[in-house]
């Protein structure tokens, strides 16, 4: 594919990679880079980029723009959270003056064969430039956003369930609102492109997958004599706080009730403080923000998923299997991925039937070290960044091509 002139925009800065969203971003930019096409990022963000984040993205894209997001807790953001038409992400990021004038520029005074907008939710500074340059761009939904809301709803306290249903409302009207108008949207999963098709209005709509740098992992040789149970997960996002407490307060009690030597060790960026207080075990190791992820990947045993909900694929999930660990996961935490229970992971739903399955794999190291690489050639063959790079090139193509609006899948 010719070098393309691709201007990106994100709510968040991809590096340092703290999540599955900022590493999904900051690979696809890294490989596209790669590839020769020619990247503006323009990105808000609720913190300042440092001198390491911006010669990292520097060294990728033509021109990094950083432009501060408005405080949560600013009077604006109140207001228009309380009162506005659109849900509260949209609110968040949106209504950003200074963001939209510079985007609006962006598009007088230079060419792009594509915009490429990342969530639903950060698309409201540049709707009506978009519009008023009849500039093609691409939408891409990392979850189905208000399906992800319904979920966490119910941790909501009862006195806010009516704020709640209201909320969703927004986000559904929302969705329907921003992916009517795009040249094509952009899913991770084949299930999440179904919805988001049908809420798109029959817009075009692809599958880019999740991915993984299946080099960065390829090393690692995990450890069934430590007998421990990894997971990792950002914990500003909710269904990981769920999964957390989850196995902490139902799995792991069963698997310490026939194997009180397994040791849980809880990893990842913005931990609650409460957690350490609420499951005092010494047996769990809470360890926060790791920034070599293979170092307790080689510590580990086995690799849990123990997610409820959250939709798209997971790329912790993925990381684990890259890097040959064996995997014991609920079916939404393989969501996306084409994974058979028994050889590339094992599967329960349920607290006893995780728990079970934990201990078959840390009981017969053999058998799940096979599992492990079985996973292992799994991603590699399937899902390394460069392939899912060549799936987002071809949504690209099509756009610029005049694809009809009818779904495709990639």
Not at 160 to 181: P, T
């Amino acid at each position: 594919m010719k070098p393309l002139r691709i201007l990106w925009t994100l709510p968040y800065l991809p590096w340092p990679v703290t999540s599955g969203g900022k590493s999904r971003q900051f690979n696809l930019i890294r490989e596209m880079a790669a590839r020769g096409h020619r990247l503006t990022l323009l990105i808000q963000s609720k913190t300042p980029a440092d001198e390491a984040t911006r010669r990292v993205l520097g060294a990728l894209a033509e021109e990094v723009i950083v432009l501060p997001r408005r405080p949560l807790k600013h009077p604006a953001t109140l207001w228009r959270a309380a009162t506005s038409r659109q849900p509260l992400l949209t609110t968040i990021n949106g209504h950003a003056p200074a963001l939209s004038a510079r985007f609006e520029r962006l598009l007088a005074e230079q060419r792009w064969d594509i915009v490429q907008v990342e969530h639903s939710y950060g698309f409201q500074p540049f709707e009506q430039a978009l519009r008023r340059h009849r500039q093609r761009f691409v939408i891409t939904e990392h979850n189905v956003e208000s399906a992800l809301g319904a979920a966490t709803y119910g941790k909501w306290p009862v006195w806010m369930r009516g704020l709640a249903a209201w909320d969703q409302r927004r986000a559904r009207r929302w969705e329907r609102h921003v992916l009517a108008q795009a040249s094509a949207i952009v899913a991770v999963t084949e299930s999440d492109a179904g919805q988001l098709g049908v809420i798109g209005n029959g817009r075009p709509t692809h599958v880019v997958s999740n991915g993984v740098d299946t080099r960065a992992f390829a090393a690692v040789r995990h450890d069934p004599a430590s007998r421990t149970v990894l997971f990792l997960g950002n914990y500003e996002y909710a269904p990981n706080v769920d999964a957390v407490e989850w196995a902490l307060g139902e799995i792991a009690p069963k698997v310490w009730a026939a194997s009180p030597d397994v040791r849980f060790r809880i990893c990842g960026h913005g931990m609650p403080e409460a957690w350490a207080k609420r499951f005092p075990d010494e047996r769990i190791e809470w360890r926060g923000y790791v920034p070599d992820l293979t170092e307790v990947q080689a510590r580990s045993a086995v690799f849990m998923a123990p997610l409820r909900f959250g939709g798209g694929s997971k790329l912790k999930v993925l990381e684990a299997m890259a890097a040959g660990l064996p995997i014991v996961s609920t079916r939404e935490g393989l969501s996306g991925l084409p994974v058979a229970d028994g050889r590339h992971a094992l599967i329960a739903d349920t607290p006893e039937a995780m728990a079970q399955a934990l201990r078959q794999v840390l009981d017969n190291p053999d058998a799940a070290r096979a599992m492990g690489q079985d996973a292992r050639a799994l991603v590699q063959a399937e899902f390394d960044w460069s392939a899912v790079a060549a799936q987002l090139e071809g949504v690209y193509a099509s756009v610029l091509a005049g694809e009809r609006p009818t779904r495709e899948v990639c």
